[in-house]
């Protein structure tokens, strides 16, 4: 984990420690990493540590930062060039990385993640172009185009150091800075099924890998076997996000530069300066696409999770809505054990005062105010958990006990309408995986559904059969018969849609909610005519066994 | 004088019982009873002093079973008990809100008592 500058004095001065020597080896790295006698780096490392560096740190710390690359850069330098060659160097170098970091604080809504395609197209054009436009004021690329330096024209010097930069940018700072945000959490976090496909996806990227670059030069009559690296990457970009993308990226970078070193692989029949170019290329064309795939990706990811939240919170508010319509029916719910608490508690009272009590009869009484009040507890305990917001959690449930739970918060309700219930719960009907404060919201939707429409039905017709049983070998099915005004004639499914209502009151959200809720759990709800008076509404749920 | 005879009539068997207990700690004698049916039975047997009335019954509404009785010629003295919030049509009653304290309870009983 990279602390923040601001910690403290020395997790700071720790930081500029990593800072240093991870700049050192970059440098060493480029240094190392040339063909023949070349003085451009294949992929000027450097410059993406420093990068990254800057990303990672406030402004304010920007200083420090450049401080001690550049005397990192000429401790690195020294042994090999010349002075004034270095101190050039960490100019032009400090100017790209800072210009490129306050193009991207300016352009790419940092902290950089990678995870929009916005950000992707912005730091892959930003890199890019200051990378061709700083190396311009490089020293190989300004003395070569004063005919200072023979070995190169200045147009291909040019060429190498912006394609040596840019390709470093695009590879090496992306990971550099998720890693650094994030620090060792992403793993830590990993389940065991994620960490065995994590690892699965590794074991492709360096099959792949040393298939293509480990082998000898055979591979390069069949270039079209480039491409076999391409699955392994985008099963990186789709499963594991911007940050497994960057790094299997990398990954795929070193080994493809390691083998070309080594004299392996595809590149290997062309001469030095096609093979570094060849390399180059073939970063930056895998890189982009890769990038914008996991953005792409995570986009849509978080368009689903932002609409599974507003859901879970549309869901909680018609439950809240639901039991604010029965807060009446509640109260009554209430008001009788405290009915019969305050009277029995002043009946002993009472016995007490005019010398008429017996130990048998108050110990009656006190278990009685004892009852009365786990019932009324049990009552708000009911309320709360229906009302209460929270993650859904699903586990097996017994259907028979979450319809027992609707009916008893709809007791007092269907008591006042002078609905009868009937119901046939089974308790030996196989479990359903869900939520089982949803599925009372379903439930208790269709009972209150159900009472409504039997608004117009004579008083000793109102009867509500609520049947469980189980459909066949993988589903439970629920059926909620009223005898009320029935599903409005060839369009029993509009019911279900939002807003659709025959009440005079309420949203028409309850039935949607409902048919959402039992989507979500791989179920199925609707609602049919009864040939004779009402309509039945059935919910179908998988079976846990 | 005989202890009052009050008929309590309430569906809810906790409440019955503990407002039994409450007028007979009071010096009352009690019948308690489920529904306005066997309001009606009991009559037969014996007339109550005063009938405390739970305003929603299962078999009917409290006030529906006092004005079936009043059609009948039995005025008896009811005392009106009430779980809900809206008790707007019962201006001529005596209705008492739940949960109800054993003063208010036992003063519109006895209110009753002695005007009879």
């Not at chain 1, 959490?185 to 099924?193: A, D, F, G, I, W």
């Not at chain 2, 008790?87 to 009653?93: A, D, G, L, N, Q």
């Amino acid at each position: 984990m990279w602390p923040p500058l601001s910690q403290n004095r020395v997790s700071r001065i720790g930081w500029l420690a990593v800072l240093a020597l991870g700049y050192y080896v970059a440098v060493r790295l480029g240094l190392s990493f040339r063909f023949q006698n070349s003085i451009i780096g294949v992929v000027w490392i450097a410059n993406a540590v420093l990068l990254a560096a800057l990303l990672l740190t406030p402004v304010a710390r920007w200083p420090w930062v450049l401080a001690v690359t550049a005397v990192t850069h000429l401790a690195a330098m020294l042994p090999d060039a010349a002075l004034w060659r270095a101190l050039w160097q960490i100019g032009i170098n400090a100017a790209l990385t800072t210009t490129t970091a306050l193009a991207l604080r300016r352009f790419a809504d940092l902290p950089l993640t990678l995870a929009t395609r916005r950000q992707v197209l912005v730091y892959t054009v930003a890199s890019f172009a200051l990378a061709a436009v700083f190396a311009l004021g490089t020293p190989v690329v300004v003395r070569s185009a004063l005919g200072l330096e023979p070995s190169y024209t200045h147009a291909v010097a040019w060429l190498r150091v912006a394609l040596s930069n840019g390709a470093a940018l695009l590879l090496v700072t992306p990971v550099i800075v998720l890693w650094g945000q994030h620090g060792l959490t992403p793993l830590e976090r990993l389940t065991p099924r994620a960490m065995l496909e994590g690892g699965a996806i590794v074991v492709c990227l360096l099959t792949v890998g040393f298939v293509l670059f480990g082998t000898g030069s055979e591979i390069a009559r069949f270039p079209a076997l480039l491409m076999l690296i391409f699955p392994p990457l985008l099963w990186a970009a789709v499963r594991l996000g911007p940050l497994g993308a960057s790094t299997a990226l990398l990954g795929i970078a070193a080994v493809s530069a390691w083998g070309t070193a080594g004299q392996l692989g595809p590149f290997v029949a062309f001469s030095d300066a096609t093979k570094v170019l060849s390399l180059q290329l073939f970063w930056i064309t895998m890189s982009t696409p890769i990038l914008l795939m996991a953005a792409v990706i995570r986009e849509r990811e978080q368009a689903e999770s932002s609409l599974l939240t507003l859901r879970q919170h549309l869901t909680h508010a018609t439950r809240v809505a639901t039991a604010g319509e029965l807060s009446g029916a509640l109260a009554h719910e209430l008001r009788q054990p405290l009915t019969a608490i305050l009277a029995n508690a002043q009946a002993a009272r009472t016995l007490l005062d005019t010398g008429s009590a017996d130990a048998g009869e108050l110990r009656i009484i006190l278990d009685d105010i004892a009852l009365q009040d786990r019932y009324a507890a049990d009552v708000i305990t009911r309320l709360r958990a229906f009302v209460q917001e929270r993650e859904p959690h699903f586990e097996p449930i017994a259907l028979d006990v979450v319809v027992r739970d609707a009916l008893a918060l709809t007791k007092v309700l269907l008591d006042r309408i002078g609905v009868s219930v009937d119901a046939d719960l089974p308790p030996d009907v196989p479990r359903v995986w869900g939520d089982s404060v949803q599925l009372v919201q379903v439930v208790l939707n269709l009972i209150l559904n159900a009472c409504e429409s039997m608004y117009h039905t004579p008083a000793p017709e109102r009867r509500l059969r609520v049947e469980l049983a189980r459909n066949d070998t993988h589903f439970v099915e629920l059926a909620i018969a009223d005898r009320g005004d029935g599903l409005p004639l060839g369009a029993q499914d509009k019911v279900f849609e939002p807003f659709f209502t025959t009440k005079e009151t309420g949203l028409g959200l309850g039935l949607a909610i409902g048919r959402s809720i039992v989507t979500a759990h791989g179920g199925r709800l609707w609602g049919e005519n009864n040939e004779g008076r009402g309509a039945t509404f059935r919910v179908l749920l998988r079976a846990t066994a | 004088m005989t202890s009052p005879y009050v008929a309590i009539v309430e569906d809810d068997d906790s409440v019955r019982v503990a407002l039994g207990r409450l007028c007979r700690a009071y010096g009352m004698s009690t019948r308690e009873l489920a529904t306005a049916h066997e309001l009606v039975d009991s009559l037969a047997e014996r007339r109550p002093d005063c009938v405390v009335l739970d305003l929603q019954l299962p078999d009917c509404d409290g006030l529906d079973a006092d004005e079936w009785l009043r059609e009948r010629g039995i005025a008896l003295p009811v005392v009106i008990i009430t779980g809900r919030d809206d008790t707007k049509r019962s201006s001529e009653h005596v209705v008492l809100p739940k949960p109800v304290d054993d003063s208010t309870l036992i003063a519109a009983i006895r209110n009753f008592l002695d005007r009879g």
